[in-house]
Every structure is written in C-alpha cells, then in structure tokens.
T-cell receptor, first 115, second 114 residues
Framework: EAGVAQSPRYKIIEKRQSVAFWCNPI?????LYWYQQILGQGPKLLIQ????????DSQLPKDRFSAERLKGVDSTLKIQPAKLEDSAVYLC?????????????FGPGTRLTVT | DQQVKQNSPSLSVQEGRISILNCDYT??????FLWYKKYPAEGPTFLIS?????DKNEDGRFTVFLNKSAKHLSLHIVPSQPGDSAVYFC?????????????FGKGTKLSVKP
C-alpha cells in the first residue's frame, strides 16, 4: 500500500513570498490533516478535512494560510505571504473515515525555510 | 500552555535493557492516547495506542501504561534494540479515537547503544 505522498520535500523562500505544498493521501482515506511542526516541538494541527469539507481549521492562521481539497482526494496548503516564523516542517496525514481508533498515517513532510 | 508534556528531551539505554518513556497531560477530557515514532527526514509512524477505559495495552515489545488519576502514561520497550533509536512523541485526543485533533508532546529522543 502506497503511503502519504508530499511534495516538495524541501523549500527555501524569502519572507513575503508565497509557497504551496501538495499532499496525496492513502487511497480510500477520507480524512486528511495538515500539521505544522516547528523545530523542537511536536506537530500542531492546522486543518482537518473530511472528504472535501473542512472539519476543523481553528488553528489555521487564516490571514496568510489557506488549504483546499477540491475533489476529496489530494490537497494543497498555501502560505501567502510567508513570515520567518513559518519556518517548519509541514506534515500531511490521512486516516479512514468514521469513528473509532483508526490511526493517522503521516507523509514525510515538507521542510520550509523562510529567510 | 502545554497540554501534553514530555519532560525528558532525551534518553540513552543499553541494547537489551528496558526503555521507559514518560508523558504527562493536563486536560482531563483526553480519552485516547497514542505513541508515534519518528526517524530523521520521515513522518511520524504510529506505534501503539490506549483508550482511557484501559490501563495497559501491549503489542510485542511495546507496552503502554495509563494512570488516569495521575494523568500520566508511559511507554515501555523491552528489550530495546538499536533500531528503536528515534524520537518518540506522545499524543492525546478527545472523543474516543484518533480521528480528530491530536495534541502532541515535544518528543523524547531515544538512543539505544549496542
């Protein structure tokens, strides 16, 4: 079974520039998550999708971050404009739909450096 | 305010011995707890979980213990192997499963020496 795919793996941009990350979840997984992991911290949830609808985006800085999952499969996360404090690893995860104990499967992440 | 705390940034253990990783939480609404393992340049990998209705869950060399009154859980790895060297994250959620917002600790870096 193919895992969660993310691209690019690394990105370096200057502050005030824009950047986009792509995620393709495991086939058949209805739920998709974007996490931000700052160096030395644990991952923090930014947004959760169920199919193509947003379940939780309470921690997404909506003035600069946006995310979409138009067809309920792959997803993009965008930052516009980027700030120095956005330097982090952006992790995408997916899980099966429904209640219960289905664990979240993580992709390898995109390491963003804002200079 | 950290709701999930892993107070030991690192732990070093000899191969074959027991590794004990600790985690404390403050939110009494958490009812599902997980451990993830992370190697460099990879995403976290699910290791083991426990529901708040249990106090122990075992899977091979890995056992998680939950003490609800103390709001404390621990991961035991017996015997430890060099391949277990990684960063271990404790995570917690409300709602009886891992489908929602997982709150992660900062992680503990485990080094298992041959």
């Amino acid at each position: 079974e193919a895992g969660v795919a993310q691209s690019p793996r690394y990105k370096i941009i200057e502050k005030r520039q824009s950047v986009a990350f792509w995620c393709n979840p495991i086939s058949g997984h209805a739920t998709l998550y974007w996490y931000q992991q700052i160096l030395g911290q644990g991952p923090k949830l930014l947004i959760q999708f169920q199919n193509n609808g947003v379940v939780d985006d309470s921690q997404l800085p909506k003035d600069r971050f946006s995310a979409e999952r138009l067809k309920g499969v792959d997803s993009t996360l965008k930052i516009q404009p980027a700030k120095l404090e956005d330097s982090a690893v952006y992790l995408c995860a997916s899980s099966t739909q429904g209640p219960g104990e289905g664990e979240q499967y993580f992709g390898p992440g995109t390491r963003l450096t804002v200079t | 305010d950290q709701q999930v705390k892993q107070n030991s940034p690192s732990l070093s253990v000899q191969e074959g011995r027991i590794s004990i990783l600790n985690c404390d939480y403050t939110n009494s609404m958490f009812d599902y707890f997980l451990w993830y393992k992370k190697y460099p340049a990879e995403g976290p990998t699910f290791l083991i979980s426990i529901s708040s209705i249990k106090d122990k869950n075992e899977d091979g060399r890995f056992t998680v213990f939950l003490n609800k009154s103390a709001k404390h859980l621990s991961l035991h790895i017996v015997p430890s192997q060099p391949g277990d060297s990684a960063v271990y994250f404790c995570a917690a959620s409300e709602g009886g499963g891992s489908q929602g917002n997982l709150i992660f600790g900062k992680g503990t870096k485990l080094s298992v020496k041959p």
